[in-house]
């Protein structure tokens, strides 16, 4: 039995979609001006993330929810 496996699709949702959304976000977000996120990392993570879908597949859990937070708040 095979099983499915999305995480070639989250890899590159994340390099093409929520590294450029959290970019065009830059410091302004609420998870950084609450202090729940350290901008200067997570610019890093941001930029190593958008490289490529395979680079972005260490990151690729914690930056969709840091992305879905945000949303969520921004739509508060």
């Given at each position: 039995?095979?099983?499915?496996?999305?995480?070639?699709?989250?890899?590159?949702?994340?390099?093409?979609?929520?590294?450029?959304?959290?970019?065009?976000?830059?410091?302004?977000?609420?998870?950084?001006?609450?202090?729940?996120?350290?901008?200067?990392?997570?610019t890093?993570?941001?930029?190593?993330?958008?490289?490529?879908?395979?680079?972005?597949?260490?990151?690729r859990?914690?930056?969709?929810?840091?992305?879905?937070?945000?949303?969520?708040?921004?739509?508060?």
């Amino acid at each position: 039995m095979l099983r499915e496996n999305f995480g070639h699709l989250m890899n590159r949702a994340v390099h093409e979609y929520s590294s450029g959304l959290l970019r065009s976000w830059g410091k302004d977000l609420n998870l950084v001006e609450q202090g729940f996120l350290d901008a200067a990392v997570l610019t890093e993570t941001v930029e190593r993330a958008a490289l490529g879908p395979d680079e972005a597949a260490p990151y690729r859990t914690g930056l969709f929810l840091i992305t879905a937070v945000e949303l969520a708040l921004r739509a508060l």
